[in-house]
């Protein structure tokens, strides 16, 4: 099995809303990702874990809440989030965050913030 | 700062023809690794460099690396109208594994 899903598809949501996006890998990996990639242009990092253990955030605002409760899952959590904040939401997974490692990568979530 | 620098930006050629598109970066790399998005959809990865190889070749894909210049190029020959898509190179800052950075991309549309 070497898909990331990711759940759900589209989302919208208001400024005030609480929500959830999901994402779930079962080929091993211990490296997951989040991406945001804003239309036509390409994907930018936002948080990584390794080992369940975040290694990476970049500078990413703190209405944007990271959660990996083990190995397969990753979660992010959304708040009081923004209009700009409208994106595609990529998750991805790797080997183990080593170098030369390939990303998988899920569909995505499209979120819109009203 | 952006890694990855894609050229051209966009790409349109006939089906059959091939296409060759561009990537510079900036800093030292450790692997060069193209992918393809479909419309608004996840990447899929194409192809792996090392920045010990020059060539590397994959089906239809063949890519290049020049370390001394920091670009690199995508040929797909004989494409296909299946092939449209956007082609992203990525980049690891040398010795920072896990930190991906795209270039902008080059939107390729293969028309029948």
């Known amino acids: 099995d070497t898909e990331v899903t990711q759940t759900p598809k589209h989302l919208v949501m208001g400024m005030t809303n609480k929500k959830s996006l999901k994402c779930e890998q079962h080929m091993g990996h211990r490296a997951m990702y989040w991406y945001k990639q804003k239309a036509k242009k390409p994907p930018e990092l936002m948080f990584v874990?390794?080992?369940?253990?975040?290694?990476i955030n970049e500078s990413v605002p703190s209405r944007f809440s990271p959660e990996c409760p083990n190995s397969s899952l990753l979660n992010l959590h959304l708040h009081a989030l923004q209009p700009e904040d409208s994106a595609l939401y990529l998750c991805?997974?790797?080997?183990?965050?080593?170098?030369?490692?390939?990303?998988?990568f899920g569909p995505g979530t499209r979120l819109l913030v009203l | 700062s952006q890694q990855g620098e894609e050229d051209p930006q966009a790409l349109s050629i006939q089906e059959g023809e091939n296409a060759t598109m561009n990537c510079s970066y900036k800093t030292s790399i450790n692997n060069l690794q193209w992918y393809r998005q479909n419309s608004g959809r996840g990447l899929v990865h194409l192809i792996l460099?090392?920045?010990?190889?020059r060539e590397k070749h994959s089906g239809r894909l063949r890519v290049t690396l020049d370390t001394s210049k920091k670009s690199s190029s995508l040929l797909i020959t004989a494409s296909r109208a299946a092939d449209t898509a956007s082609y992203f190179c990525?980049?690891?800052?040398?010795?920072?594994?896990?930190?991906?950075?795209f270039g902008p991309g080059t939107r390729l549309s293969v028309l029948p």
């Open positions: 460099i090392r920045s010990n190889e």
């Open positions: 991805a997974s790797s080997q183990d965050g080593g170098i030369q490692e390939t990303q998988y």
């Open positions: 990525a980049t690891d800052a040398k010795g920072y594994g896990q930190n991906f950075v």
């Open positions: 874990y390794s080992y369940e253990k975040l290694s």
